[in-house]
């Protein structure tokens, strides 16, 4: 009669998980950038003679000038600049608590030699999401070898889609929030476009008022367009780089999981060459 190993249960989580709703990072961060733009850059020492309506003294009150978008687009940018923070935080648990290149190597080494004991033992120590895969994989490898009823083609087959399984189960966790980051870069950019259309309507009415143009009102226009441009492109810089960044470094983390299925996988076709 056939006998089969329970599936090892898999690790717990530990250390930042991340933040599951992002709505609340968000709507933080729209009152301190309300606020910042009320309270700091309309403060009325930035402004000739304290008045808000008149020409800025400096730069805090030339941005103030750049109207109510300049709100949502450091609305923006805060909201980039915690989700990084975030995820900075949430991927350093989830690649453990050694360096990647090391524990890839070591437990490909101990894979190969069959110490598969001494392999769990270093996926406890690592923890994080890597730990997590490679346990998976370990498990299900202890599991079809004390299966009689299974060809050696359905028990690496079986290897495989347990590592797939428990990959999958992970990314989630390692590109929560990373949509939102790659939403901004788009919105950073139509936002300042928005708000360098309206100086610049705004610019075409003092031209065309009274048959003469409002200097005041012209040079205000000209700074609401200029500043929306300029904080909406620094806001997408942003997103862009932490994108990328964490990007990279998942992409970095999911080809050491292949690397190490692919181990376990071929050290069982390796050590069980009499199989059929």
């Not at 299966?147 to 797939?164: F, R």
């Not at 012209?218 to 909406?232: H, Q």
Request: hydrophobic share 45%; net charge neutral.
């Amino acid at each position: 009669m056939a006998t089969t190993t329970k599936a090892a249960a898999p690790a717990k989580k530990s250390g930042f998980g991340g933040i599951k709703n992002a709505f609340w990072i968000l709507v933080i961060c729209c009152v301190v950038a309300y606020s910042f733009y009320y309270l700091v850059l309309g403060n009325p020492d930035n402004f000739v003679g304290g008045d808000r309506s008149g020409h800025p003294a400096n730069l805090m009150g030339t941005v103030y000038k750049g109207g109510i978008v300049v709100g949502i687009i450091l609305t923006l940018l805060l909201s980039v600049i915690c989700l990084g923070v975030e995820r900075f935080f949430a991927l350093k648990t989830a690649f453990g608590t050694m360096s990647l290149p090391k524990f890839t190597a070591q437990v490909k080494d101990l894979i190969k030699k069959g110490d598969f004991a001494g392999a769990q033992a270093l996926c406890d120590k690592m923890k994080g999401s890597v730990a997590n895969v490679v346990s998976a994989s370990i498990a299900a490898y202890k599991d079809v070898e004390g299966n009689n009823t299974m060809k050696k083609a359905q028990k690496i087959a079986k290897i495989q889609q347990a590592h797939e399984e428990a990959t999958q189960l992970e990314m989630p966790t390692l590109q929560m929030n990373l949509p939102i980051v790659a939403t901004i870069v788009t919105l950073g950019t139509l936002t300042a476009l928005f708000g360098t259309v309206l100086g610049m309507i705004n610019s075409f009415q003092a031209l065309s008022s009274g048959g003469g143009a409002d200097s005041m009102a012209l040079s205000a226009g000209i700074s609401e367009a200029l500043v929306n441009t300029a904080s909406g492109i620094l806001t997408s810089w942003f997103a862009v780089v932490i994108y990328n960044f964490f990007t990279n470094k998942i992409d970095k983390l999911t080809y050491a999981l292949d690397e190490v299925g692919y181990t376990i996988a071929a050290t069982y076709d390796v050590n069980h060459t009499e199989e059929a």
